[in-house]
């Protein structure tokens, strides 16, 4: 893990109620990858007086539970970062805290819309956003587990479905800690299979969280984009694409924390995998997602990655490497 460092006592904005927008993230969008946040981020972004700058992982992914990390260290991370590489953002010599330096990407980022509220989405480090921003309203999205996982795979991101699971795990786990410390009226959850049953009704409670009106426009994202008009059959797609016993194990891995939500299990007493199951599972995982890499970046690229990712930042192999790689994965952006 990078060198970390104490927040200086100053380090967090002074932020009133009064603070212009551009300051901080009117509210964040939380939730796990594959639960369909870049969607609501898109309809976000429809209602004339809502900006959505889109994923601002670059702000908290680096961080670990507490402190900052050096600002060398930070900034040498950036330059690798896909998405910070593509913003091109201004030098900031003036920050001389990993702090400042975030909040000041920020204010570029927002400093591009004149809308009355900007928002972003963070999938990693969001409880550490008010850190950074003490007073971030939240939206959090939540899917079926089993969906996630499975649209995890078809990502090539993992082998199987249950090793997939992680991904849901981290985030809900994530985020019944954060809310324990957000006042009821700065955080809202909304069901991703009750978006596209009643988007009227859930995107109304998104707008009242942010002090707005819901607007018929936001609806029509579709047509600025590469996705399809919300349709209901979208969801709960799991009983037909996953075996019975993966939904199984995944339900025993999950059920405390999907039964808050509202789903149900598949079985009522799930059993976890057992131990030739879970070395089976580890084993497809492995060789499943090789081969995804495989046919994305090709054997020797994929090769090279596996040795060079454990080389320091600044090691020109490695950014050499992830340069090529980046340059492959934004061919493939939706």
């Given at each position: 893990?990078?060198?970390?460092?104490?927040?200086?006592?100053?380090?967090?904005?002074?932020?009133?109620?009064?603070?212009?927008?551009?300051?901080?993230?009117?509210?964040?969008?939380?939730?796990?990858?594959?639960?369909?946040?870049?969607?609501?981020?898109?309809?976000?972004?429809?209602?004339?007086?809502?900006?959505?700058?889109?994923?601002f992982e670059e702000a908290v992914t680096i961080l670990d539970n507490s402190g900052?990390?050096?600002?060398?260290?930070?900034?040498?991370?950036?330059?690798?970062?896909?998405?910070?590489?593509?913003?091109?953002?201004?030098?900031?010599?003036?920050?001389?805290?990993?702090?400042?330096?975030?909040?000041?990407?920020?204010?570029?980022?927002?400093?591009?819309?004149?809308?009355?509220?900007?928002?972003?989405?963070?999938?990693?480090?969001?409880?550490?956003?008010?850190?950074?921003?003490?007073?971030?309203?939240?939206?959090?999205?939540?899917?079926?587990?089993?969906?996630?996982?499975?649209?995890?795979?078809?990502m090539g991101w993992y082998g199987h479905p249950v090793k997939a699971t992680s991904i849901w795990l981290d985030t809900a786990r994530r985020w019944n800690t954060l809310?324990?410390?957000?006042?009821?009226?700065?955080?809202?959850?909304?069901?991703?299979?009750?978006?596209?049953?009643?988007?009227?009704?859930?995107?109304?409670?998104?707008?009242?969280?942010?002090?707005?009106?819901?607007?018929?426009?936001?609806?029509?994202?579709?047509?600025?984009?590469?996705?399809?008009?919300?349709?209901?059959?979208?969801?709960?797609?799991?009983?037909?694409?996953?075996?019975?016993?993966?939904?199984?194990?995944?339900?025993?891995?999950?059920?405390?924390?999907?039964?808050?939500?509202?789903?149900?299990?598949?079985?009522?007493?799930?059993?976890?995998?057992?131990?030739?199951?879970?070395?089976?599972?580890?084993?497809?995982?492995?060789?499943?997602?090789?081969?995804?890499?495989?046919?994305?970046?090709?054997?020797?690229?994929?090769?090279?990655?596996?040795?060079?990712?454990?080389?320091?930042?600044?090691?020109?192999?490695?950014?050499?490497?992830?340069?090529?790689?980046?340059?492959?994965?934004?061919?493939?952006?939706?």
């Amino acid at each position: 893990m990078p060198a970390q460092t104490k927040p200086a006592p100053d380090s967090s904005p002074k932020q009133t109620s009064g603070s212009p927008p551009h300051d901080a993230p009117s509210y964040v969008l939380v939730g796990p990858l594959r639960a369909g946040t870049t969607m609501l981020h898109l309809i976000l972004n429809s209602h004339p007086q809502i900006a959505s700058v889109g994923e601002f992982e670059e702000a908290v992914t680096i961080l670990d539970n507490s402190g900052w990390p050096k600002l060398d260290h930070y900034r040498n991370w950036l330059s690798q970062h896909r998405v910070a590489s593509a913003r091109n953002y201004a030098p900031q010599p003036q920050a001389t805290t990993y702090a400042q330096h975030a909040q000041g990407m920020w204010r570029q980022l927002a400093s591009k819309h004149g809308k009355k509220v900007i928002g972003c989405n963070i999938h990693s480090r969001f409880d550490r956003v008010r850190d950074l921003w003490p007073k971030t309203k939240f939206i959090h999205l939540i899917r079926d587990p089993r969906d996630v996982a499975n649209s995890c795979v078809g990502m090539g991101w993992y082998g199987h479905p249950v090793k997939a699971t992680s991904i849901w795990l981290d985030t809900a786990r994530r985020w019944n800690t954060l809310a324990k410390s957000i006042p009821t009226q700065d955080r809202i959850v909304i069901r991703y299979e009750d978006l596209l049953k009643n988007p009227e009704h859930e995107l109304g409670r998104c707008c009242e969280l942010l002090g707005l009106s819901y607007h018929p426009d936001m609806l029509k994202f579709f047509e600025t984009s590469t996705y399809e008009p919300l349709n209901p059959k979208l969801a709960e797609q799991w009983p037909k694409k996953m075996k019975p016993r993966t939904a199984e194990i995944i339900d025993a891995l999950c059920a405390d924390l999907m039964k808050p939500y509202g789903y149900p299990l598949s079985t009522p007493n799930p059993k976890h995998a057992k131990p030739l199951e879970s070395i089976s599972i580890t084993i497809k995982n492995r060789i499943n997602r090789f081969r995804w890499r495989v046919a994305r970046y090709g054997f020797l690229l994929t090769l090279k990655w596996a040795m060079v990712k454990r080389f320091p930042l600044t090691n020109p192999l490695r950014m050499a490497t992830i340069r090529q790689i980046h340059q492959i994965d934004t061919q493939h952006l939706r």
